[in-house]
């Protein structure tokens, strides 16, 4: 087992024993499934609309730290962040919540989305049909299901879940394997981690490979890797424009003039 794949493992346990410990809110699926009516009506924030655009898109995260960098930004604060990303460009906005591993909060997605016009991302190990009704009630227009830490048909489940609840998925994938698990399943949005599981190394280039072996009719996201501008301009050359971007632009001094160079390269 690399060392990717221990603290996969060790979050996603982690994230069930929290959902063993912390019952769920009293009502939660009857307030999520009216929450979800209430956003039909009220229109919806497109992540694949927004993708879509022509041009270089940036999924901008708002991110306290990770297992592997430690602390990213200090002080973090994921408003000022989230309205800068967006000055900058940026298409979306991800928001980390996972409390343990990399000392998100839940209460930023809100607070991120009532400052910004853009599709917001909720960004954490989800394992549960629970975690979809709570990203419904604090207001994610699309969240990340990771393909490798949801096996056999739980992926398939929580897809269609997420799509009932009217909450797009960012699904990510790893390798061949994953991409051909997400043949067939109603996820247009396929994220591609460029770090590889079993050697914990970045490799954009068979990252923007696998990206382009998604195919037609969904949009492949590059996740994971990207340095600064000429990482971008070497994707596009091969054929990628979308991206997830954490790190860089969280260690940025202007981080929405990162942003603004990385849509540059388009």
């Given at each position: 087992m690399s060392e990717l794949d221990d603290i996969l493992v060790r979050i996603t346990d982690a994230t069930r024993e929290r959902l063993a410990a912390e019952p769920a809110g009293p009502g939660l699926e009857r307030r999520a499934w009216e929450a979800a009516g209430v956003?039909?009506?009220?229109g919806v924030r497109s992540l694949l609309g927004s993708l879509s655009a022509p041009g270089v898109r940036v999924i901008a995260e708002c991110k306290r730290r990770s297992p592997s960098a430690g602390v990213l930004r200090a002080p973090f604060e994921p408003v000022e962040l989230a309205t800068a990303y967006q000055a900058g460009g940026a298409a979306a906005?991800?928001?980390?919540t996972e409390p343990q591993f990399f000392s998100g909060q839940p209460g930023w997605l809100p607070l991120v989305r009532?400052?910004?016009?853009?599709?917001?991302?909720?960004?954490?190990?989800l394992v549960s049909s629970r975690q979809l009704f709570e990203a419904?009630?604090?207001?994610?227009?699309?969240?990340?299901l990771i393909a490798r830490i949801l096996p056999g048909g739980l992926l398939g489940e929580m897809v269609a879940v997420a799509k009932e609840l009217g909450l797009e998925v960012l699904l990510e994938i790893h390798d061949?394997?994953?991409?051909?698990r997400s043949a067939g399943l109603p996820a247009r949005v396929i994220g591609v981690n460029a770090r590889d599981l079993r050697t914990f190394t970045v490799d954009l280039?068979?990252?923007?490979?696998?990206a382009v072996a998604v195919g037609p009719g969904r949009v492949a996201v590059l996740e994971s890797g990207i340095t600064g501008p000429a990482?971008?301009?070497d994707c596009v050359r091969r054929g990628v424009s979308r991206f997830l971007v954490g790190e860089h632009l969280l260690r940025a001094a202007d981080p929405g003039e990162a942003v603004r160079e990385l849509v540059a390269c388009g």
């Open positions: 956003r039909r009506r009220g906005i991800s928001v980390v009532a400052a910004v016009a853009l599709p917001v991302v909720q960004k954490d190990f419904v009630l604090l207001g994610a227009d699309a969240v990340l061949q394997h994953d991409l051909a280039g068979a990252a923007a490979a696998l990482d971008v301009a």
